[in-house]
């Protein structure tokens, strides 16, 4: 059984598209990114899309299929890897850290506009400690950016319950194996 793979993930922001692409071309290469806003008869900003990249900076534009469906009050995370990479054999061209990390926001926050890595778990136990920052890189957020993105993310994948954790109290718990339902 491969042991549990904790990842830190510093987001900043938040940036408008033309923003986040000039940040991510000079200082990504492999990120993440986050979406939130408002799509077409939405009453309320939202999480919308999770996305990871290589060269990040090439998937921030208005030709993303999924980017382009937000069109008010859009705004972007970026998301760099604070941990190192697991070690052992890659089995993949994306790093481990990143698939990961897109796979349980996709998957545990139900992101509408994410349709892959929403419906299987992931193959290991997984924990996701969400940190923000703003743009200067270094002056961290007293509040996260939206109510709904919690600090943590722990998918044990033993038997136990998976849990969406909002530091200050707020814990939403999966009891398994409820969780293992699309």
């Given at each position: 059984m491969p042991?549990?793979?904790m990842i830190a993930v510093d987001w900043f922001g938040p940036y408008d598209l033309d923003s986040a692409w000039e940040a991510a071309k000079s200082d990504?290469?492999?990120?993440?990114?986050?979406?939130?806003?408002?799509?077409?008869?939405?009453?309320?900003?939202?999480?919308?899309?999770?996305?990871?990249?290589?060269?990040?900076?090439?998937?921030?534009?208005?030709?993303?299929?999924?980017l382009r469906k937000v069109t008010r009050e859009r705004e972007i995370w970026l998301g760099d890897i604070a941990t190192a990479e697991p070690s052992g054999k890659k089995l993949k061209v994306?790093?481990?850290?990143?698939?990961?990390a897109e796979w349980l926001h996709a998957?545990?926050?139900?992101?509408?506009l994410?349709?892959?890595?929403?419906?299987?778990?992931?193959?290991?136990?997984?924990t996701v400690l969400n940190r923000w920052f703003k743009t200067d890189y270094e002056t961290l957020r007293r509040n996260r950016p939206h109510p709904d993105?919690?600090?943590?993310?722990?998918?044990?994948?033993?038997e136990l319950p998976a849990r969406l954790v909002w530091f200050g109290g707020?814990?939403?718990y999966f009891i398994a194996p409820s969780y293992a339902k699309p």
């Amino acid at each position: 059984m491969p042991k549990h793979l904790m990842i830190a993930v510093d987001w900043f922001g938040p940036y408008d598209l033309d923003s986040a692409w000039e940040a991510a071309k000079s200082d990504y290469g492999h990120a993440l990114y986050m979406c939130l806003g408002r799509r077409p008869y939405q009453r309320s900003t939202t999480l919308q899309y999770v996305g990871i990249g290589n060269n990040v900076h090439t998937r921030l534009n208005e030709d993303h299929h999924k980017l382009r469906k937000v069109t008010r009050e859009r705004e972007i995370w970026l998301g760099d890897i604070a941990t190192a990479e697991p070690s052992g054999k890659k089995l993949k061209v994306t790093r481990a850290t990143l698939d990961y990390a897109e796979w349980l926001h996709a998957r545990f926050l139900q992101l509408p506009l994410n349709e892959k890595k929403t419906k299987t778990l992931p193959s290991r136990s997984v924990t996701v400690l969400n940190r923000w920052f703003k743009t200067d890189y270094e002056t961290l957020r007293r509040n996260r950016p939206h109510p709904d993105w919690p600090d943590l993310i722990d998918y044990p994948n033993y038997e136990l319950p998976a849990r969406l954790v909002w530091f200050g109290g707020k814990q939403k718990y999966f009891i398994a194996p409820s969780y293992a339902k699309p």
